[in-house]
């Protein structure tokens, strides 16, 4: 827990997608959430590497899917944040808006 | 996973990313990554789709890898479930080994020369023990080896040999029980020429009766064996071959079998070929087998010679106490039937393999020793190596344990560094044994007996390894025990730069003490070995073998030929000898000085009681006139032989100094006549004494007489000459064959290589142990050094405080190097006793001839100048110490 209760910055996005996707957040809408609102590529094997931490922390918690009603209908495997997550998020986010809080527009990276 | 018919994902992608995810979200990443790939292969065509999965694989493998490591490592800390202990071990090894890694390239050349000092001891050890178990314990490749027994004779008074009686070893076969064979042998060097138009070649004979394969359980692999009537005296010559060198001569042809084989001038038939284990016995092995024949006028057919040699084969059940005590009661027996010859006989018994290796096992027993002891050095040095670095890093555990690291948690960290460097070492080691095995092998003055079995097999390695692991628990004990004494708080504090503590010391003076008592030792066995053999090569054979070359001419016998015409041609191959450009002299010999064979006779001086055979004894030399002058024997008084002391003229000898002092004390042998060979003998002139067999040999009564007088085929030529030896031969090789196209010239050799092959064995000796005891005391001044400079900077503060209150510098220096001495001394009363002993026990077993006691000063007087040497620099460096700097320095 190198980061105490911080989270890091990918966490963070992560996060964040799942709040954005609710019952629908599972790999592939995660990842391009982050990659459509970030616009970096990013790698599914980073997505799943962070949850994994995610999980470990406690901050979020995953449900297996039935398989699609398709032919070769895969299972898929939906996260959401635990209580304490959405407290951390909520921590983070905060935390940030703080530190923010007082500055030029062009340091908040709105420009 | 994909469809039927749709577009395929990358396999070698998809593998990788199945590979590198946690098992536990395996499936599911891979079915997002499909899912995604079918989209874009829908919309933007499969190409751009598989580039796509390509690039997300990519990006992928790095995160996966890390997350799968943390999760190791956390599931590690958090003691987790016993299912997971493998793979938590396995991440504090890898951990532990990173670590230690950094730590050896902290100190490079501490590690290296550990990790090679160890490596060396271990691969010495592995090789001696290879060879040791190749001719010792592995047993000899023949049916139930256990019931071979060999047999020699005991004459009370004269010594042992090795060979026996033929008759009474039929009468042994034919009254013993116990046994169930006995075959009789002898191994002879000879002339073979395996084609007609080929040049003869010296092989090794195999002459033995008809009971000795049945007794050592082998069949030809090819063809047949000897049949009985083939044994018997006057049959049609046949032989078998050896494999090997059936091999080497024959290629492996089966159709050898049926050919004939040349041996000295008789044409013998082939009609089989011996499987590869025969040839391991005799050792060495032997080219040729055939039938051991003689004349029943031969020696060999009376009682009194003792020239063959005997195994037998004990029946199944039978005690070899038991086949001793009968033999024992037949030899008695025979002694009261046959008084003359028997009475001070008595046979023993040994196992074949004993027999075999016996006389090689004192040698191997001094290389083990002197390897093992090295190798102890090595350890010692090591160990208070490392004690050193563990003391050197109290701070560091110090912080560690601090932090919460856990003692056991620290002791293990120690454990992998040592032995990870010892796992290193022994692979180096075990690496480098089989080389040296062979090279010791090779290098082994005489034939190693059974030397074809040395390999590096399971035994061996299980042996390497376990010397490996003792050395590294050895060197590895002290230092986590130091540990264990460690009290982190004080060591935090920085109390452990101000000195070592009491149990330190202690622990490091046992080790250097362990090092300088061995090093002394081994060094000590070294010098003794050395000296003998410069003691041995600075004595004077009594002639001059400078420009002598030797070389055997092997001569057909002349069928019942008349003594003349043996003779003749003798003295023709010496003419041709002599006439060859740049050879200023030749002469011919019957035997000739420092090579196997000589004629040992007894003798009656005229006019006296003097009993034969049981009276004086002489080695009878049959010598061509030229042989004193070539050879550079001084005449001290009387005559020489001529040219005209032959066949019919009055029978005339020479004899040695040493002769004419023992038979004739106080008075002028020449004109003194003695009886030999059914003959009166005139001594006409005496000679300086010469050494004929070994360097240490004292000198013996000799006697020199002219071969016209007492006619051998056996011949062996001399010639004087600055030449090459190889140069004179070939031109010597084309003038025999005008002489006869059967002449074989063999075993060409300078007659200084002759005396210098006679001391090889203590050279050898000299110089295996020699090197072992340089290394030795080589590690034991490295490891003295290291001690002296280490306490130097640890006790630089007290010197500093002792400068400063006004101490002189040369004080200083007196105290370390005082120090220093009294370390060495510890050590040196124990190596001195034991060098006394290993002194003795080295005289029991192999030839010394060197002083003990100077030996043993100038190995004392060696290790104080060592000791002095490697406390120089850093007493001097102490000396130096600046009070200001010392005190300052935390």
């Known amino acids: 827990m190198a980061k105490g209760d911080f989270v890091g910055e ?102 | 996973m994909s469809k039927p018919g749709a577009p395929s994902l990358p396999p070698l992608a998809q593998a990788l990313v199945r590979m590198l995810t946690a098992p536990e979200n395996r499936a599911f990443l891979a079915a997002d990554l499909a899912e995604e790939f079918d989209e874009l292969a829908a919309t933007v065509g499969t190409a751009a789709a598989r580039r796509w999965y390509w690039k997300q694989a990519c990006l992928s493998a790095p995160p996966l890898v890390r997350q799968r490591i943390t999760t190791l490592i956390t599931s590690r800390m ?63 490749p023949f049916p139930a080896p256990e019931r071979l027994v060999r047999f020699s004779t005991t004459v009370a008074n004269v010594g042992r040999a090795p060979e026996v009686n033929y008759l009474d070893a039929q009468d042994w076969k034919a009254s013993s029980t116990h046994l169930e064979s006995i075959g009789l042998y002898d191994v002879a060097p000879g002339t073979v020429r395996v084609q007609e138009d080929a040049p003869p070649f010296s092989a090794t004979l195999m002459l033995a009766t008809e009971e000795v394969i049945p007794v050592l359980g082998i069949q030809p692999q090819i063809g047949r064996a000897l049949q009985p009537e083939e044994y018997r005296f006057g049959a049609a010559p046949a032989v078998m071959l050896g ?175 040592s032995l990870a460097i010892f796992a290193v070492a022994g692979a180096i080691g075990i690496a480098l044994a089989q080389p040296l095995a062979l090279w010791l092998v090779s290098r082994y003055p005489d034939t190693l007996p059974l030397a074809a079995d040395v390999t590096l097999d399971g035994r061996v390695l299980a042996i390497a390894a376990a010397c490996t692991l003792g050395a590294a628990l050895l060197t590895g004990f002290p230092r986590t025990r130091r540990l264990r004494d460690t009290q982190l708080g004080a060591d935090l504090r920085g109390d452990a730069r101000s000195g070592l503590t009491m149990g330190h010391r202690r622990m490091t003076r046992v080790f250097v003490a362990a090092q300088v008592s061995l090093s002394i030792v081994l060094l000590f066995g070294g010098i003794l ?81 003097d009993a034969v055979p049981r ?56 004109g003194r006549r003695i009886e030999w060979n059914d003959g009166t003998w005139e001594i006409v002139g005496v000679v300086g004494d010469i050494r004929h067999a070994a360097l240490s040999d004292p000198f013996d009564a000799d006697v020199y007489v002219s071969r016209r007088q007492v006619v051998r085929d056996n011949t062996w030529l001399l010639l004087k000459t600055d030449r090459p030896a190889a140069a004179v031969l070939a031109e010597l090789q084309e003038r025999t064959k005008s002489i006869d196209a059967d002449i074989a010239l063999t075993d060409t050799a300078t007659m200084e290589a002759r005396l210098a092959e006679s001391a090889a064995p203590q050279r050898f000796r000299a110089i295996v142990t020699g090197t072992l005891a340089g290394l030795a005391l080589l590690l034991a001044i490295v490891g003295l050094h290291g001690v002296v400079s280490y306490t130097v900077t640890q006790r630089t503060r007290e010197i500093g405080v002792r400068l400063a209150l006004g101490q002189q510098p040369a004080a200083v220096l007196r105290v370390v190097l005082l120090e220093t001495l009294r370390n060495v001394s510890t050590g040196a009363v124990p190596g001195i006793l034991c060098s006394v002993y290993a002194g003795r026990w080295l005289s029991s077993v192999v030839m010394v001839n060197a002083d003990q006691t100077a030996a043993l000063s100038s190995v004392v007087a060696i290790f104080v100048a060592a000791a002095l040497a490697a406390a120089a620099g850093p007493a001097w460096r102490a000396s130096r110490v600046d009070p200001i700097v010392a005190l300052r320095t935390p």
């Open chain 1, 10 to 111: 990918f966490e963070l996005y992560v996060m964040l997608a799942l709040t954005h996707q609710g019952d629908d957040a599972y790999g592939v809408t995660i990842r391009r959430e982050i990659e459509a609102r970030t616009g970096r590529t990013v790698a599914i094997g980073a997505v799943y590497a962070t949850l994994a931490r995610l999980g470990e922390k406690g901050l979020v918690r995953f449900r297996v899917s039935d398989p699609q009603p398709v032919q070769g209908g895969r299972a898929r495997k939906y996260f959401s944040l635990t209580a304490a997550g959405a407290r951390a998020l909520r921590h983070s986010t905060a935390m940030l808006a703080r530190m923010m809080a007082g500055l030029s527009p062009d340091l908040r990276g709105r420009s």
């Open chain 2, 78 to 140: 958090m003691s987790a479930a016993p299912d997971r202990r493998t793979g938590r071990t396995f991440m504090g090894l890898i951990t532990d080994l990173q670590y230690a890694w950094r730590m050896s390239r902290r100190a490079p050349v501490v590690t290296i020369s550990v990790t090679l000092a160890i490596a060396l001891g271990i691969a010495a050890s592995t090789a001696i023990f290879s060879v040791m178990e190749g001719v010792f314990l592995r047993p000899l």
């Open chain 2, 243 to 417: 494999y090997t060198f059936w091999k080497s001569h024959f290629a492996g042809d089966p159709s050898a079998v049926g050919r004939t084989l040349q041996v000295g001038a008789v044409r013998h038939t082939i009609v089989g070929v011996l499987p590869p284990e025969a040839d391991r016995f005799p050792a060495g092995g032997a080219d040729v087998w055939t039938a051991l024949t003689f004349p029943p006028s031969s020696f060999l057919n009376q009682r009194g010679s003792i020239a063959l040699s005997a195994i037998g084969r004990l029946r199944g059940g039978a005690m070899m106490s038991a086949a001793r005590t009968e033999i024992s009661t037949i030899a008695s027996r025979l002694a009261v039937t046959y008084p003359d010859t028997n009475r001070d006989r008595s046979i023993l018994l040994d196992g074949l393999q004993d027999a075999m290796v016996g006389p090689i096992k004192p040698v191997m027993v001094l290389l083990a020793l002197s390897v093992a002891m090295l190798l102890a050095v090595a350890c010692a040095n090591i160990a208070n190596l490392l004690l050193a670095q563990a003391h050197a890093r109290t701070l560091e555990f110090g912080i560690r344990g601090a932090v919460g690291a856990s003692p056991r948690r620290l002791a293990r960290q120690l454990w992998t560094e």
């Open chain 2, 529 to 609: 070995l050395l000296r003998t053999f410069l003691n041995l090569t600075s004595t004077k054979p009594g002639f001059d073998p400078e420009s002598v070359i030797t070389i055997r001419a092997s001569v057909p016998p002349v069928p019942h030929g008349e003594p003349a015409q043996v003779v003749a041609l003798q003295d023709r191959l010496r003419d041709a000898a002599a006439s060859l450009p740049g050879v200023t002299a030749a002469a011919h010999a019957m035997f000739i000085p420092f090579t196997a064979g000589s004629w040992g006779d007894g003798y009656r001086r005229t006019g006296t009681a």
């Open chain 2, 615 to 670: 009276g004086p004894m002489a080695h009878f030399f049959m010598v061509s006139p030229e042989y004193l002058e070539v050879m550079r024997i001084p005449v001290l008084r009387g005559r020489r032989l001529s040219a005209s002391d032959r066949t019919g003229a009055p029978p005339v000898l020479m004899v040695s100094e040493t002769f004419a002092k023992t038979a004739f004390p106080g008075e002028d042998a020449v």
